[in-house]
Every structure is written in structure tokens, then in C-alpha cells.
């Protein structure tokens, strides 16, 4: 399998797809900074820490680093996910390197791996990259918490990516046209990975009876990965933040503006950690089960 | 025969969604020789092929290979057999030799011993000079001979090529075959399938006909001729002058003469024994000019056509 890893690495680091990643990563990086750039003075007259508001700030009309990686991350896992399988498969690579003695789970586990491991490398890039910038802007260094709050951001982000890309690479198992792997789990990243305020007109018009009910509202979005993920950014990155639990107006209005402590922040975010990670288990485990099944003939 | 038989299958049978694509299949391959397996497109070739690989599940039977079955033990069967698929494919932008190293690291062959291997293998399909050029460079017929060098890296003691002609041109061709006969010298058992038989008759010492998923003929080259033709019978063709009625029922006569059947003014004779010198006295004796004497031998075409007829 770590032969596999390697060589799938080092295919991802040679080629043009990568590289059109990376300058995305980059111009998404520079956007963020700017636009932190011009929103950092007022925000960080508000309570809590000033170092992570780098990612959460937003400049006049544009949006924070925070969203571009919310944004980024599936198109990322996606791209380099959907053609696993099935080019492999295509390109008559797969029924040669299966006809070698490894387990066919090996596979389909490099694979995974190395696409994790791609992710966790372009994300902590970004995350690096507005941070050392930020740092030299502001001039304010991040606190032991601050760091530790980005370090769990960090691997959440990895995690969504992770699920972007299980979801690709299941599509990938399934289907043999490597467009149709490539627009399913666009599609779907379209309908349910979009912004929290998009969807609920959706919810409003689906479930036009129960709709009235913020609770039911709040549990249909939650089936969404990206509010999911988007939930777990906002607690972990503004300390403020207590999610979007029911809470009524007269606790709302008694509550202290103060930031959480970071172990408070992790309670709020745990069941979404857990979900997004049970997501991506069970596109794995089913693209695993599919493959370990499937018929090699490549015609 | 005293050989080791080394590729075995026992009513090797596979169904794809009810239809049945090979159909109780036994087959015997001795240890280093080249056998064809012969067939139309469809009558099975690939997926008996895939079955004795361990890389597709066979409804009944057994395929195994040394001893090993393919279904149950694939990754020994794996180690000691390689396969060149029908569309076989590389990464394209690597070169032949990191696309051959990808093999030897799959197969744990380690760096030192790998290097110079790559290199020889290379080197013994005609690949030596350009083993540092991209694959997406190579003509079809390279990617042929890389694919072959693909299945030598592992050093197996069995190859399964699959197609290993398909498409190319007949210089191509004659490289693959010249390098499918070589095999068996440095140590390998080679089953390929194809369904040209010219090619399939230059280098093997014993074919296998499917039809429809059924094993039809299977034998040596030389022994398999005759008997499938005309169960055991010769065929004389005898070109007279004018046969004549009177003639006919003079040979006719001769010991051994089964059926004679005229057309225009040549005599189809078929006989049980070699009877050219009998036939041609009775021809002379009875006056009339004797023009040709040809007994007929089956080529592998006739048979094979036969099949394809059948099927």
C-alpha cells in the first residue's frame, strides 16, 4: 500500500490538475488577506482574540478566508477524487496493477490516503500561508488556544475535504464515464453544499408545513456537510460564537458577549465532528465495499 | 505425458447475469510450453483468463495454478503468474522504466535487485533505448512490448497475454511472437489467447479452440490436425484428364477407399490410409492422364474455421 501511496502522491504533485489547485489555493489565499486587510481594524475592537479573526474577517464585499476554504475544500476533494477508480480503470492501468501481488483493498487505500494527505498539505498551505501574512500585517502573534483552534480547524477542514473526495471516489467506483463521476458529485455539492442563508428558502419550500419550526429548519440543514462544517468554523474560529442552538429571547439577551474556552467550543462542535467524520466513513466504506466486488473486466 | 502440468482448470464455468460465457472448461498446460488459446471475440478467452488470474470469481470449478487456486490463494497465484491485458495501459507521463519500477516495488523487488532487471527486461523487448521517454511517446506496438516487459519484471513462471497481437502491425506482430517463443528458454509457461491462427501456429506446442465458452479441441499442434477434420481420415484430391465413370468405380475398389466424389475433373477420394501410390497406378492403368496428386493437409485454419462455422 505505501507503494501505492507514494507513486498516487507523487502523480497528484506532477500534475497539471495539482497545479491548478495550488494557484487557486494561492489567489484564494491573497483575496483572504486582502479582505482581512481592510475588515481586521473594526473587528478587532470586539471581545476575544485577534490573531483567528484573520479568518473570519471580512472585508467590503468580500468574503472571509473562512468561506473560501468552506468553498474550496469540496471542489478540491472532488477534483481529486473522481476519477480514482474509473481512470484508472480506462487508461487499462487497473486490471495490470491488480494482476500484482497486493490485496485489492491496497488500492483503493493508497488512494485514499494519498488524497488526504494532498488535502491536509493544500489546506494547511492556505492556512500557513494567511496566517504568516496576517502576522506580519497585524503584528499581534496567536495565543497557545489560538493555535490549537486552527490545528482543530485544520483537521476539520481535512475532514470535509476527506468526505468531498470519499463521495468522489465512491462515484468514481460506480460509474465507468469519468464525466458522469466528475458532474454526480458536483451536483450534489451544488444542492446541499451551499451556504446555510441559500438553503433554507429551499427547506421553506420543500417543507413548507414544519418550516415555521427554527428546530426542524435547523435539522434539515444539518443533514447539509457544509453547515456541518460551517458550524464547526464558526465555533472553533470565533470563540464567541455558541452555534445555532434554540435559544429563546430572553437568553439570548442575558447572555455575556464573552468568548468560550476552547474546551467549551469543542463540546458545542463535537457532534458535528462526528457526523462529518461518519459521512466520509460511509462514502468510503461503501466505494471499498462496491470495489472489493466489482468486476475488473475493463470492456 | 511425463510434463508437469503447471495451468489446470476443472470444470471452470462463469456466468455474467444468467449467461453462461465459459462453460465447463478444462484445461491442461505443461510446464514451459506456449499454448494458444483460440476463439472467436466473445467465446471466453478473456474471462477464462481472469478467472486463472484470480481476478474474477468463477461460478464452479477450479483454476489453479503450480497447485494454487486462483480464487482462493489469488495473491500466491499473483506472484507466480503475470497478465498483459487485452487493452493494456500505462501511466502516461511516466517513463517505461518508472512505470516498470511501480511493478517491481508492487512485487517487492527491491532497488538493487530491480534496477538491473528493469534494464535487461527492457533491453530483451527492444525497449533498451528509450526506456527514459514518457509513455504517451510510444507507438502501439512499444506499449505492446513495454506490456510484455511489464509481465517479465516480475520473473513469472507463468504469462497470461491476452491479445498480445491485437491491433498492430505485421512487424509488430512478428516482434511479439518472436518474443513469445523465446519464453519458455528463459523459464516461463505462456498461455495467449488470439484468434489469428497464423501466429498462433508459429510458436505453440499445443492450442485450445473455445467456442461459445466450450473447450472444442485441445491438444498438440501436430496431433490435433487430422483427427478433428475427418475423425481419423485422408483426403485425396486426384486431377485426371477426364475421369470417367469406369474409373471411379476402379478406385472405388482399392482397400481403404472410403467415399469418392467427383467435380468437374477432379476426384475427391477420402481414404482411411495414405493411398496416393495405389490411387495413381489405378489412374495410369485405366489410361487416363493423371494431371495432380494431392492428399490434403489440415492446416489449424481449416479446423478452426470448421469451428467458427459451427459456432
Known amino acids: 500500500m505505501l507503494t501505492i501511496l507514494r507513486k498516487e502522491l507523487a502523480d497528484y504533485f506532477t500534475s497539471v490538475r495539482c497545479f491548478v489547485l495550488f494557484l487557486l489555493v494561492f489567489i484564494a489565499s491573497a483575496v483572504a488577506i486582502y479582505a482581512a486587510y481592510n475588515g481586521i481594524r473594526e473587528a478587532a475592537i470586539d471581545p476575544g482574540p485577534v490573531f483567528i479573526k484573520l479568518f473570519t474577517t471580512t472585508g467590503q464585499d468580500i468574503p472571509s478566508m473562512a468561506v473560501f476554504i468552506a468553498l474550496l475544500v469540496p471542489i478540491i476533494g472532488i477534483a481529486l477524487g473522481f476519477d480514482a477508480i474509473n481512470g484508472e480503470r480506462s487508461s487499462g492501468t487497473l486490471n495490470r496493477i491488480l494482476s500484482q501481488p497486493i490485496y485489492r483493498d491496497s488500492v483503493i487505500n493508497g488512494k485514499f490516503l494519498a488524497g488526504i494527505v494532498t488535502l491536509a498539505i493544500m489546506i494547511g498551505a492556505i492556512i500557513l500561508l494567511v496566517g504568516g501574512y496576517g502576522l506580519r500585517m497585524i503584528g499581534v502573534p496567536p495565543s497557545a488556544e489560538e493555535i490549537v483552534r486552527l490545528f482543530i480547524y485544520f483537521v476539520s477542514a481535512v475532514i470535509y475535504g476527506a468526505f468531498w473526495m470519499g463521495l468522489a471516489i465512491l462515484f468514481s467506483v460506480l460509474f465507468r464515464s469519468l464525466a458522469v463521476s466528475l458532474l454526480f458529485p458536483l451536483a450534489i455539492w451544488i444542492v446541499i453544499g451551499i451556504p446555510a442563508s441559500v438553503f433554507n428558502p429551499y427547506i421553506n419550500f420543500l417543507v413548507p408545513a414544519v418550516s415555521d419550526s427554527v428546530g426542524v429548519q435547523l435539522m434539515v440543514a444539518r443533514l447539509s456537510p457544509y453547515f456541518l462544517f460551517e458550524e464547526a468554523t464558526q465555533v472553533l474560529l470565533i470563540p464567541v ?38 459521512l466520509t466513513a460511509v462514502c468510503f466504506a461503501i466505494s471499498y465495499i462496491v470495489f472489493m466486488r466489482q468486476e475488473i473486466r475493463s470492456t | 505425458m511425463g510434463k508437469k502440468i503447471v495451468v489446470k482448470t476443472e470444470d471452470l464455468t462463469k456466468k455474467y447475469d444468467g449467461v453462461t460465457v465459459v462453460d465447463r472448461l478444462n484445461l491442461e498446460v505443461a510446464e514451459n510450453e506456449v499454448f494458444g488459446l483460440l476463439g472467436p471475440n466473445g467465446a471466453g478467452k478473456t474471462t477464462s483468463i481472469l478467472m486463472l488470474m484470480g481476478l474474477t470469481e468463477p461460478a464452479s470449478g477450479t483454476a489453479k495454478i503450480y497447485g494454487f487456486d486462483s480464487t482462493r490463494e489469488p495473491l500466491k497465484v499473483k506472484r507466480l503468474a503475470g497478465y498483459l491485458p487485452e487493452k493494456v495501459g500505462f501511466y502516461d507521463t511516466l517513463t517505461a522504466r518508472e512505470n516498470l519500477r511501480f511493478i517491481a516495488e508492487l512485487n517487492n523487488i527491491g532497488a538493487a535487485e530491480s534496477e538491473p532487471l528493469i534494464e535487461q527486461v527492457l533491453k530483451s523487448v527492444g525497449l533498451g533505448e528509450v526506456g527514459n521517454k514518457t509513455v504517451n511517446k510510444f507507438s502501439r506496438g512499444m506499449k505492446q512490448r513495454l506490456g510484455i516487459a511489464d509481465v517479465l519484471v516480475k520473473k513469472p513462471k507463468v504469462a497470461f497475454l491476452d491479445e498480445p497481437t491485437a491491433g498492430l502491425d505485421p512487424e509488430g506482430i512478428n516482434q511479439i511472437i518472436d518474443l513469445i517463443g523465446n519464453l519458455p528458454k528463459m523459464g516461463t509457461t505462456v498461455v495467449f489467447s488470439s484468434h489469428r491462427l497464423y501466429e498462433v501456429q508459429r510458436v505453440c506446442h499445443s492450442i485450445g479452440i473455445l467456442s461459445k465458452g466450450k473447450m472444442v479441441v485441445q491438444g498438440a499442434l501436430d496431433e490435433i490436425g487430422r483427427d478433428a477434420m475427418t475423425e481419423g481420415r485422408f483426403r485425396i484430391e486426384v486431377e485426371t484428364a477426364e475421369p470417367s465413370p469406369q474409373l471411379i468405380g476402379v478406385i472405388k475398389k482399392i482397400k481403404g477407399v472410403i467415399k469418392v466424389a467427383a467435380e468437374g475433373n477432379v476426384l475427391r477420394i477420402t481414404t482411411d490410409a495414405d493411398l496416393r501410390a495405389e490411387i495413381s497406378k489405378a489412374v495410369v492403368q485405366n489410361g487416363v492422364a493423371l494431371i495432380q496428386v494431392k492428399i490434403q493437409e489440415f492446416s489449424l485454419d481449416d479446423i478452426y474455421m470448421k469451428y467458427f462455422h459451427e459456432g
Open chain 1, 241 to 278: 460564537w455558541r452555534g445555532y442552538a434554540l435559544l429563546t429571547s430572553t437568553t439570548t439577551s442575558s447572555m455575556l458577549p464573552n468568548p468560550l474556552s476552547l474546551d467549551q467550543s469543542l463540546l458545542i462542535v463535537w457532534p458535528q465532528f462526528t457526523v462529518l467524520i461518519a
